[in-house]
C-alpha cells in the first residue's frame, strides 16, 4: 500500500533535480555542439555573431522544451517562482557541461584561443582601430586567457558562476512568458 502511494506522489511530484540536469546535459552538449562546429570550420568560417546566435536559439530550446515538460509533469500549472528556479537549475548544470568541455577543449588545442585573438586583432584594424587602442585590448585578452591556462579549475568556477548568473537574468524573462498559475475558483 506505501509503495503504490509513493509512486502516485512522485507522479505528482517530479523530481526537479533529475530533469533539471537531463536538460542541464543538453543545453551544454548543444551549446558546446555549436563552438565545436565552428571549430571545425575556422579558417573558413568566423563569426562570434553566429556563434551567439546559435547558443541563444539553442538556449531558448532547451529552456522552453523542459519547462513546458515540467509544467506538465505538475499537472499543466506552474508558478514564476518554480519556473524561475527550475531554470536556473537547467544553466547551473550546463554551466559545468561547458566547464569540462572547455577543459577538455583546452588541452586537446591550447592555441585555438590565441588563433582567435588575431582574427578579433584583423577584425579591429579593418574597422579601423588605432594599433594602439587594438594592442592594449589583445593584451588584456591574452593576460585573461593565459590566467584560465594556468588556473583551470579557477576559471570553470568562474565560468560556471557566470553562466549560473546569465542565466537567472534569462530565466527571469523566460519564466513570466512561460510560467501556467492556476486559475481561482471563486466560490460566491
Given at each position: 500500500m506505501e509503495t503504490i502511494e509513493s509512486d502516485i506522489e512522485k507522479q505528482k511530484n517530479p523530481e526537479p533535480y533529475r530533469m533539471a540536469s537531463t536538460f542541464g546535459l543538453i543545453m551544454g552538449l548543444a551549446t558546446s555542439?555549436?563552438?565545436?562546429?565552428?571549430?571545425?570550420?575556422?579558417?573558413?568560417?568566423?563569426?562570434?555573431?553566429?556563434?551567439?546566435?546559435?547558443n541563444l536559439i539553442a538556449v531558448i530550446l532547451v529552456i522552453r522544451w523542459a519547462t513546458l515538460n515540467y509544467r506538465n509533469a505538475l499537472g499543466g500549472y506552474i508558478s514564476y517562482w518554480k519556473t524561475?528556479?527550475?531554470?536556473?537549475?537547467?544553466?547551473?548544470?550546463?554551466?559545468?557541461?561547458?566547464?569540462?568541455?572547455?577543459f577538455i577543449f583546452s588541452n586537446i588545442d591550447p592555441d585555438y584561443a590565441y588563433r582567435q585573438l588575431e582574427l578579433v586583432k584583423q577584425q579591429f584594424l579593418d574597422a579601423g582601430l588605432t594599433d594602439m587602442a587594438i594592442d592594449k585590448l589583445i593584451l588584456s585578452l591574452?593576460?585573461?586567457?593565459?590566467?584560465?591556462?594556468?588556473?583551470?579549475?579557477?576559471?570553470?568556477?568562474?565560468?560556471?558562476?557566470?553562466?549560473?548568473?546569465?542565466?537567472?537574468?534569462?530565466c527571469s524573462v523566460s519564466s513570466a512568458i512561460l510560467r501556467k498559475d492556476k486559475p481561482v475558483i471563486n466560490e460566491s
Open positions: 555542439a555549436v563552438h565545436f562546429v565552428f571549430y571545425l570550420l575556422e579558417g573558413k568560417v568566423y563569426s562570434p555573431l553566429a556563434v551567439m546566435a546559435l524561475f528556479v527550475f531554470g536556473v537549475k537547467i544553466f547551473v548544470f550546463a554551466g559545468i557541461i561547458g566547464a569540462v568541455y572547455s591574452k593576460e585573461g586567457i593565459d590566467f584560465e591556462m594556468q588556473h583551470p579549475f579557477q576559471s570553470a568556477l568562474s565560468a560556471i558562476f557566470l553562466n549560473t548568473v546569465l542565466g537567472a537574468l534569462f
